[in-house]
């Protein structure tokens, strides 16, 4: 019996179909079915506990948002869009300052380029729980020394001013080593003939990446801007592990879980605030694709 790219004749015509159903029935399971639901008891005053009613509303839950839960709602995306932009922004900047820095084959710099991806390997919890200890305000190690150099005192994640910083700045620490990683793909697809025709013409470093290293750069930074901000609209576990929403750190995700499953849950509503998370995603990412992709035209 002949052999052919999908097994024998005999099964030739059901086996690419068995093997699309397998990933077809698992996201029909996991994937749209738990959509769908969040998108009908989002229309609902279900509280989430087995066997009480679904008390169908309409659209009682996204009134209340614009309503009686104004405030709530408005500080957790007024967060949530603080903390995407630090984090696109500072990510950004650190990883292609990186790249610049480790984009040629010396020796050693194979080892530096690990070490500055190795903390995206790292559990979040491992990370916050780190973190945790370096900034306790009590035995931690970077209260001394800011004493020490500034003469300040603060108790870092506990305190408003400073928790939100402090989170997005631990984010970019774990992130940046991808966005360098990325830049670095970017640079070296860049031919050297460019810069040597930059250099007899007297270009200096600034104009040479002004005007050759980052328009050239034009589809890594589209890249990278993208998956981080998107990465960063539901941000829930880092936030969880270092300062459970509070002080001033409680963005949408956050919300939207305590809401559906904290001590007095809303599943209703909480769903609701899946779905305005849906929506705040898809205008985000649909904004910054239309902007980033017209740049790389221009560029």
Not at 119 to 144: H, K, R, W, Y
Not at 235 to 252: C, F, M, P, Q, S
Request: proline share 5%.
């Amino acid at each position: 019996m002949s052999t052919i790219p999908f097994g024998t004749k005999r099964t030739r015509r059901w086996l690419p179909w068995a093997s699309i159903a397998v990933p077809t029935i698992g996201w029909l399971v996991f994937g749209l079915f738990p959509s769908v639901s969040t998108v009908f008891f989002s229309f609902t005053e279900y509280s989430g506990f087995p066997g009480t009613p679904l008390h169908f509303c309409g659209l009682c839950n996204y009134s209340n948002a614009f309503n009686s839960s104004w405030s709530d709602f408005s500080a957790s995306v007024t967060v949530t869009l603080k903390y995407i932009a630090g984090v696109t922004v500072l990510q950004i900047a650190i990883g292609l300052g990186l790249a610049l820095l480790l984009r040629h084959r010396r020796r050693g710099f194979g080892l530096y380029r690990a070490l500055i991806f190795m903390p995206q390997i790292f559990s979040v919890t491992i990370v916050g729980v780190l973190f945790s200890l370096v900034f306790d305000p009590q035995n931690g190690p970077a209260e001394p020394i800011l004493h020490g150099a500034f003469g300040i005192n603060t108790a870092f994640l506990g305190d408003k001013n400073w928790a939100l910083s402090l989170v997005v700045l631990i984010n970019v620490w774990m992130f940046s080593g991808y966005t360098m990683l990325v830049y670095i793909a970017a640079l070296r697809r860049i031919p050297p003939e460019l810069y040597e025709a930059a250099s007899l013409d007297g270009a200096g470093r600034f104009r040479t990446f002004r005007h050759i290293t980052w328009p050239l750069l034009a589809n890594a930074t589209t890249v990278n801007v993208f998956l981080t901000a998107m990465g960063c609209v539901g941000e829930y576990a880092l936030i969880r592990v270092l300062t459970d929403g509070n002080y001033g750190t409680k963005t949408l995700g956050m919300y939207m879980f305590d809401t559906a499953f904290g001590v007095n849950p809303s599943l209703g509503y909480g769903s609701m605030l899946a779905v305005a998370q849906f929506v705040i995603t898809l205008v985000i990412g649909s904004v910054l694709l239309v902007f980033l992709r017209r740049r790389e035209v221009t560029l």
